[in-house]
């Protein structure tokens, strides 16, 4: 290859001072979170200091709206559809994906699944970095938010896979019980995965079958974001007191 890196970063559609945004989408327990989780393992960036990360990830649960009274007493009974692309604030993600992208260090809110709602007192900071990966469901369904990305991957695994996954995660860690988890999931999460979240899945620029037991797929993947951390990307310096100055320079 002779292309040079600000023509390869031009011809991705990124600038050299912005972060490289992927978008990972996929079905419930398609296992979008461990694929991110390996993806940062293998660029040995787990262990980091959150200051000190060249690759974060953000989940897109951290973006459910706010509920009303009524809604919340929905959302109890098993009752409130969680898949439904009106149960997220897309303009926040949106406007926190625009801050990362102008290279802003962002609070990102943490989301609670016992009481359906985001954490007023816990959020996290999300610094600088190189790679910005963002999960969720419905990750490329709002045309803005999906425009912003410079890699999709779409998570395939499955439905019969994912509803095995889901099933005891929903009672081991989201305490619920067997009965509103299938209801939840028949009545919910398959029809609204059918209607919102599958035929997005045609915006992907990769398509990973079988999720993070992909790991070919997940390798490939990886060397492309190692390329652009380590060789494509100019040298950088971002100037932000609690990035630490990180640097970056070509080989
Ligand atoms: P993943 N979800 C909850 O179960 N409770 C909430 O308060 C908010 C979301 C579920 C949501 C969706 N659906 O299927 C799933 N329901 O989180 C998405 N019901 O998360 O992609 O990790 O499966
Ligand atoms: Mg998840």
């Known amino acids: 290859m002779t292309e040079k890196p600000a023509d390869y970063l031009a011809a991705n559609g990124f600038e050299s001072k912005t972060p490289f945004l992927i978008g990972v989408a996929g079905g419930t327990a398609s296992g979008k979170s461990t694929v991110c989780q390996r993806i940062m393992e293998k660029l040995g960036q787990q262990h980091k200091e959150q200051t000190e990360r060249r690759v974060v990830c953000i989940s897109q649960d951290s973006f459910y ?13 098993g009752q409130f559809n969680f898949d439904h692309p009106d149960a997220f604030d897309d303009k926040k993600l949106l406007a926190i994906l625009k801050d990362i992208l102008a290279g802003k260090k962002v609070e990102v809110p943490e989301y609670d699944y016992i009481t359906n709602s985001i954490s007023s007192h816990r959020s996290h900071t999300i610094y600088p970095a190189d790679v910005v990966l963002i999960e969720g469901i419905l990750v490329f369904y709002f045309p803005e938010v999906r425009d912003l990305f410079h890699m999709k991957l779409f998570v395939d695994t499955d439905s019969d896979t994912r509803l095995a996954r889901r099933v005891p995660r929903d009672i081991m860690e989201r305490g619920r019980d067997l009965e509103q988890v299938l209801n939840q999931y028949m009545n919910f999460v398959k029809p609204a995965f059918e209607e919102f979240c599958l035929p997005t899945k045609k915006f992907a620029d990769v398509i990973i079958p079988r999720g993070a ?23 950088q ?3 932000n007191g609690n990035c630490n100055g990180t640097h970056l320079e070509v080989d």
Do not use: G
Request: glycine share 0%; no cysteine.
């Open 237 to 239: 310096k971002v100037v």
């Open 213 to 235: 037991d992909n790991f070919v797929a997940i390798d490939l993947i990886v060397h492309h974001i190692w390329d652009i951390m380590y060789k494509k990307r100019p040298a």
């Open 65 to 77: 709206r706010t509920l009303t009274p009524s809604e919340r007493l929905r959302a109890e009974r």
